[in-house]
């Protein structure tokens, strides 16, 4: 069965160190994937894009890799803040679906000061 | 750029009232819009695609007679979800595809979504 994973617990660090968040899929063949970053209450905010044939992608504190072989990408947000916490979440775009996203349920990331 | 808002941010309505939710794309037109559901603490489920001038397209499971999608221009989009029950009650979410220009194609943007009550 297709199946897009997330970390399912929250994840809880010291301020300015490193996250690292895990999006793990199965079955299917995304032609991007990408993260978006979602507050309580809010609509999601896009973050990065990442193609299938991308290795990394960086965006400031951000980074991004894609294994299409491993089914993984890994999130990281490098010398992190409290502001950094929210919910993460990946989501795949599928070959021929017409842009439709399949979203991962999210990460919960909190970083204390 | 790439701003989509949404009306109402929420709204509280009496079972079998119905409710339109609006999804509009500020400052670029859109060739596709997205609406999405969320219940607490889960992950946004896609329930329909709707092109400009084209009926939408549901995603299984999702009943068409029951929620309404009417994409009337590039901009607009609106959701209505008719004779609301409590169990209808969620987080509506819309996105927006760019047709094109200065922000990203691949990507979608997001509204700051509506909250449903329906007691």
């Known amino acids: 069965s297709q199946k897009i994973e997330q970390n399912s617990e929250a994840l809880n660090i010291q301020e300015g160190k490193t996250a690292t968040l895990t999006c793990n899929y199965t079955?299917?063949?995304?032609?991007?994937l990408q993260w978006y970053r979602q507050d309580p209450g809010r609509g999601p905010v896009f973050l990065l894009l990442?193609?299938?044939?991308?290795k990394e992608k960086r965006k400031e504190r951000l980074k991004v890799t894609f294994d299409t072989t491993l089914k993984q990408s890994l999130f990281h947000i490098t010398a992190s803040q409290p502001a950094d916490s929210a919910t993460y979440l990946c989501?795949?775009?599928?070959?021929?679906?017409?842009?439709?996203?399949?979203f991962g349920q999210g990460t919960e990331l909190s970083v204390k000061p | 750029g790439a701003v989509v808002s949404q009306h109402p941010s929420r709204v509280i309505c009496k079972s079998g009232t119905s409710v339109k939710i609006e999804c509009r794309s500020l400052?670029?037109?859109?060739?596709?819009m997205f609406w999405y559901r969320q219940f607490p603490k889960q992950s946004l489920m896609l329930m329909a695609t709707?092109?400009?001038?084209?009926?939408?397209?549901?995603e299984q499971g999702v009943e068409k007679d029951k929620f309404l999608i009417n994409h009337a221009s590039l901009t607009l989009s609106t959701l209505t979800v008719t004779s609301a029950h409590p169990e209808d009650s969620s987080f509506y979410i819309c996105?927006?595809?760019?047709?094109?220009?200065?922000?990203?194609?691949?990507?979608?943007?997001f509204g700051p979504g509506t909250r449903l009550t329906v007691l």
């Open positions: 709707s092109n400009e001038g084209s009926k939408a397209t549901y």
């Open positions: 079955n299917y063949s995304p032609a991007y």
């Open positions: 996105s927006a595809t760019p047709a094109g220009g200065r922000v990203l194609t691949d990507t979608q943007y």
């Open positions: 990442i193609r299938e044939n991308e």
């Open positions: 989501a795949l775009d599928i070959y021929n679906q017409g842009g439709k996203l399949i």
């Open positions: 400052d670029f037109q859109a060739t596709t």
